[in-house]
């Protein structure tokens, strides 16, 4: 059974600071791999997708990383703002595809302060 | 284009009670799915439907169901609602299934 662990579980940055945001998983058969923010109280949005044959994928600010074989993946935020304030979620689709089903991850909860 | 609809947003129900949950997807977008979030177990899933069909199935009673219809839009019910069940309900939807995923703001259901 796929799990997903997210680490810190929460975090709080002054503004401009680079961070990055950890997502681990145990089963390293995967499809694909999402990161998605929430913002209080609504639904997600996605960020960015990392298909299991990819390295990295990014955009703008965001850059994320994929090492299937140690089962990690890292978000990687330059220069906060406090606009990028929200939960940030890591989800995990497993190996068997189309049909397979979304494991997420418990989320880390960032504040940006100004 | 407009978003992932889902109505009602927010609804109070009573223990015992059922309840249906609507999601409108994206145009063209043939995969729909269901998510639970609570605080206590996250997101979880609990079921995707694609083209009428459902297509995967989470570790929820069966008290939970859903359906898809020829427009792709979906429902999700809840019959003999617990206490358990508050929650916010997430359906999300995609071209396949395995493409990125959009999600709607969510149904808020609360059971007294």
């Known amino acids: 059974k796929q799990e997903v662990t997210q680490i810190p579980a929460a975090l709080s940055v002054p503004e401009g600071e680079n961070l990055v945001l950890n997502c681990s998983f145990t089963?390293?058969?995967?499809?694909?791999l999402q990161w998605f923010r929430q913002d209080p109280g609504k639904g997600l949005t996605s960020l960015l997708l990392i298909q299991s044959s990819q390295r990295e994928q990014t955009s703008g600010r965001l850059n994320a990383s994929l090492d299937k074989s140690s089962g990690r993946s890292t978000l990687y935020i330059a220069a906060s703002q406090p606009g990028d304030s929200a939960t940030y979620l890591c989800?995990?689709?497993?190996?068997?595809?189309?049909?397979?089903?979304?494991?997420f991850g418990t989320g880390t909860r960032l504040q940006v302060t100004l | 284009k407009a978003g992932v609809t889902q109505t009602p947003r927010y609804l109070i129900k009573t223990r015992g009670q059922q309840v249906t949950l609507s999601c409108s997807p994206i145009s063209g977008h043939r995969s729909v799915s269901w998510y639970q979030q609570t605080p206590g177990q996250g997101l979880q899933f609990l079921f995707e439907y694609f083209s009428e069909t459902q297509r995967n199935k989470g570790n929820f009673p069966g008290r939970f169901s859903g359906r898809q219809f020829s427009n792709s839009r979906s429902e999700m019910n809840v019959s003999t609602l617990e206490l358990g069940d508050s929650a916010l309900y997430l359906c999300a939807s995609s071209f396949g299934g395995a493409n990125v995923l959009t999600f709607g703001a969510g149904s808020r259901l609360t059971v007294l």
């Open positions: 089963d390293s058969a995967i499809y694909n």
């Open positions: 989800a995990v689709r497993d190996g068997t595809g189309t049909a397979s089903k979304l494991t």
